[in-house]
């Protein structure tokens, strides 16, 4: 019985030594940092010095283009987005939509901007039953 005790104090303390010893000598050293991250797309009114707004004057009956609004993509991969477009006061007599930097191709709301940027713009139609007065409309670059 004797045997059996020191045998297993024996394997026991084996255990804890090469256990210690490898918690002690389980890393050879360590790198640490962090990471800051950015917006990945910035908005640009092209021609405009606010980027954040932009005003048109029509008339009933008209079709107006924006200016060309550029999506700048800072990354070095496509970013997936849909555009959401609104408009208030909600009128049945008023429709937006996007398109291409060459206003020749109806854009869908969801668009992959590539690496090297992307260029549109937004055509607002303000059918001859519109009732005259101020609206106000709202692009939103949501990601996808």
């Known amino acids: 019985m004797r045997k059996l005790l020191v045998a297993g104090s024996a394997a026991l303390a084996l255990v804890l030594m090469v256990g210690m010893g490898a918690s002690l000598f389980s890393t050879y050293g360590r790198v640490t940092g ?53 408009f208030e006061p909600n009128s049945d007599g008023i429709k937006m939509s996007l398109w291409n930097e060459n206003k020749t191709e109806a854009l ?16 607002h139609e303000f059918r001859a039953l519109v009732i005259p007065g101020n609206y106000t409309f709202q692009i939103d670059v949501v990601p996808a």
């Open 34 to 86: 962090y990471a800051t991250i950015e917006n990945s797309l910035e908005i640009d009114i092209i021609g405009s010095s606010n980027d954040t707004y932009y005003t048109l004057k029509g008339y009933q009956g008209e079709s107006i283009y924006s200016p060309k609004i550029k999506l700048v993509n800072r990354a070095s991969v496509p970013i997936n987005v849909t555009l959401n477009v609104t």
């Open 108 to 123: 869908p709301e969801f668009l992959s901007v590539p690496p090297s940027d992307m260029y549109f713009y937004i055509l």
